[in-house]
């Protein structure tokens, strides 16, 4: 049972280029989200799943999408990415909406 | 609109009690959480409390809430050189079938623990 899974663990970007970030859960979880991490604050919410074939934006969307073709798979992209993208972006799931979520290890992301 | 804010850094002695605080914006919070990161991983669950309730206590964890002054407070007892890491607290409004729980973060209070 390894949880919550994020590949890659690090990334170095130029601006412009194109990548996905991929989350996995092993824990049958309906509930997904993904958060971005930057100096000095807590984490935003970017978009969020409540199910297989869904999503919905978070609190920061923009200049990113999301799919969930599989429910145990969660994947953001980054379509033209942008200094501003640089950040640490974590994946959470949980069982339910009043229930914990459980981090992945976070992926560091740099664009230069 | 939501804010939570966090003291920036606290330092301990090892045996001591560390306080650790936030104040929340929304009065409507259904939940408060304390979240524990550690250097390089990902944010670790540590405790909740209900929104209607004052205090919870959980084994070295007191969790205190005055929602009057939307204030949340985490004392950890016997505070150990692992304890050393980056705690964060978090508010949610009305978690939902449809929208899930999304969580609102302060921006984390470093604590370090010396020996």
């Known amino acids: 049972n390894a949880g919550v899974t994020q590949t890659p663990k690090f990334r170095v970007l130029k601006t412009g280029q194109s990548m996905t970030l991929l989350c996995a859960q092993d824990?049958?979880?309906?509930?997904m989200y993904w958060y971005r991490q930057d100096p000095g604050m807590g984490l935003r919410l970017i978009h969020y799943?409540?199910?297989?074939?869904?999503?919905a934006k978070g609190e920061v969307p923009d200049g990113y999408n999301v799919s969930r073709l599989k429910k145990q798979n969660f994947l953001l992209g980054l379509e033209s990415a942008a200094p501003s993208q640089t950040s640490v972006y974590f994946c959470?799931?949980?069982?339910?909406?009043?229930?914990?979520?459980?981090f992945g290890p976070g992926t560091r992301l740099t664009v230069t | 609109g939501e804010d939570v804010e966090q003291s920036l850094f606290l330092s301990v002695r090892e045996g001591d009690s560390s306080v650790i605080n936030c104040t929340y914006t929304?009065?409507?919070?259904?939940?408060l959480y304390w979240y524990k990161q550690e250097p390089g991983a990902g944010l670790q669950l540590l405790t909740y409390?209900?929104?209607?309730?004052d205090m919870k206590q959980d084994q070295r964890l007191t969790v205190l809430l005055n929602k009057k002054d939307k204030h949340l407070s985490l004392r950890i007892a016997d505070t150990q050189t692992g304890d050393s890491a980056i705690y964060f607290c978090?508010?949610?409004?009305?978690?939902?079938?449809?929208?899930?729980?999304?969580?609102?973060f302060g921006g984390g209070t470093r604590v370090l623990v010396k020996p």
């Open positions: 929304d009065s409507s919070s259904t939940y």
């Open positions: 409390i209900f929104s209607n309730m």
């Open positions: 824990m049958n979880h309906e509930y």
């Open positions: 978090a508010e949610s409004i009305t978690p939902s079938k449809a929208a899930g729980n999304k969580l609102t």
């Open positions: 959470a799931s949980s069982k339910g909406e009043e229930y914990e979520q459980y």
């Open positions: 799943s409540v199910g297989e074939g869904t999503t």
